[in-house]
């Protein structure tokens, strides 16, 4: 059976952590059936590391202060998490599932495909996320 996306309940969630007065930082897209819905979402990034166990196929959206000493600003990635047990033709069904998710996804600075949970650490996304942000101005501080 095809994969669908329920775009709207998708949109709402993805509008949910763009907005920089939202507590809501992450939030991942599931699948309900053959059909990719809204999952969890939250305030802390490591509540997201905890969605992602080694049986589960999900998409994440994720905000990220990132910046320097001149400025901060939010980034945005997006994850795919596919765990070491899911079966090979889940792997393989997640990667063109995954055009339906960008297209409610759309703005992001970094894409991450991860099945290591080491990968997942946040410091390794900031830090990704930094270095696909441009210029950085840490060297000029005082």
């Known amino acids: 059976m095809a994969t669908k996306i ?4 998708c949109r709402t ?19 309900d059936g053959s059909t990719i819905v809204p999952g969890e979402q939250g305030a802390e990034y490591q509540d ?15 905000r990220v202060t990132t910046g320097d000493a001149m400025s901060k600003r939010s980034k945005f990635a997006l994850i795919t998490w596919i765990g070491e ?3 090979g033709l889940q792997r393989a069904k997640t990667g063109t599932d995954k055009t ?4 409610v ?3 992001f600075a970094k894409e991450f495909v991860i099945s290591d949970r080491k990968e ?10 930094k270095k696909a ?9 005082e």
């Open 48 to 62: 997201f590391i905890q969605q992602c166990t080694d049986d589960v196929r999900l998409f994440a959206f994720v």
């Open 85 to 87: 047990n899911v079966s």
């Open 6 to 9: 329920d775009k709207e309940a």
């Open 133 to 141: 942000g441009g210029a950085n101005y840490d060297a000029q501080t």
């Open 100 to 103: 339906l998710v960008k297209e």
């Open 105 to 107: 996804v759309q703005n």
């Open 120 to 129: 997942l650490e946040e410091d390794f996304i900031k830090s990704e996320l």
């Open 13 to 31: 969630a993805y509008n949910l952590v763009r907005d920089d007065g939202s507590a809501v930082i992450w939030v991942t897209f599931i699948y």
